[in-house]
T-cell receptor, first 112, second 111 residues
Framework: DAGITQSPRHKVTETGTPVTLRCHQTENHRYMYWYRQDPGHGLRLIHYSYGVKDTDKGEVSDGYSVSRSKTEDFLLTLESATSSQTSVYFC???????????FGQGTRLTVV | GQQVMQIPQYQHVQEGEDFTTYCNSSTTLSNIQWYKQRPGGHPVFLIQLVKSGEVKKQKRLTFQFGEAKKNSSLHITATQTTDVGTYFCAGRGGATNKLIFGTGTLLAVQP
């Protein structure tokens, strides 16, 4: 498996609190993505990054922000968690030229 | 924005039967990729198609990319219990490198 690690793997948080999920890679890949997976919706793109400090919105970006201050790390922040953000979050990486994406193990987030 | 739909959402087959999932994009794609996700796991890359009309095979799996580069299909011949999982297509379109996934098809195989 590619060197990609998500933390935490599981988290339970209360409505209204901020939450940050971390994605760390050791592959030096240019592109990093955050997806959420919900039954019946497949994988929906939240945000992605095409370089350090270069990010763009995906399909479901409202309520989420991201930061990428160095190549290895891509952070996803839920500014004020809501129950609708209960989901499984996947980080993915891919190299230059639109090659295959490698996924992390996922983070199961529950907002109560 | 770009949307990618897959049908069917769910398919239940007897072991040995064939299976096909179809992927349709609202926009022209530069390439299409296919992934498999086992229950409880993360998506794993299977293949990428780039050329219009391209067909690729991996053992019992056959992948096609449509002539207009807006649709694709995955066909599995003689399914096995190891084929169980959700199959996703994913496409990149336009000038960005956004990788948009389809809604997925969950395949159940009964022995």
């Amino acid at each position: 498996d590619a060197g990609i690690t998500q933390s935490p793997r599981h988290k339970v948080t209360e409505t209204g609190t901020p939450v940050t999920l971390r994605c760390h890679q050791t592959e030096n890949h240019r592109y990093m993505y955050w997806y959420r997976q919900d039954p019946g919706h497949g994988l929906r793109l939240i945000h992605y990054s095409y370089g350090v400090k270069d990010t763009d919105k995906g399909e479901v970006s409202d309520g989420y922000s991201v930061s990428r201050s160095k190549t290895e790390d891509f952070l996803l922040t839920l500014e004020s968690a809501t129950s609708s953000q209960t989901s499984v979050y996947f980080c993915a990486i891919s190299g230059y030229g639109g090659t295959e994406a490698f996924f992390g193990q996922g983070t199961r987030l529950t907002v109560v | 924005g770009q949307q990618v739909m897959q049908i069917p959402q769910y398919q239940h087959v007897q072991e040995g039967e064939d299976f096909t999932t179809y992927c349709n994009s609202s926009t022209t794609l530069s390439n299409i990729q296919w992934y498999k996700q086992r229950p409880g796991g993360h998506p794993v890359f299977l293949i990428q198609l780039v050329k219009s009309g391209e067909v690729k095979k991996q053992k019992r799996l056959t992948f096609q990319f449509g002539e207009a580069k807006k649709n694709s299909s995955l066909h599995i011949t003689a399914t096995q219990t190891t084929d169980v999982g959700t199959y996703f297509c994913a496409g990149r379109g336009g000038a960005t490198n956004k990788l948009i996934f389809g809604t997925g098809t969950l395949l159940a195989v009964q022995p």
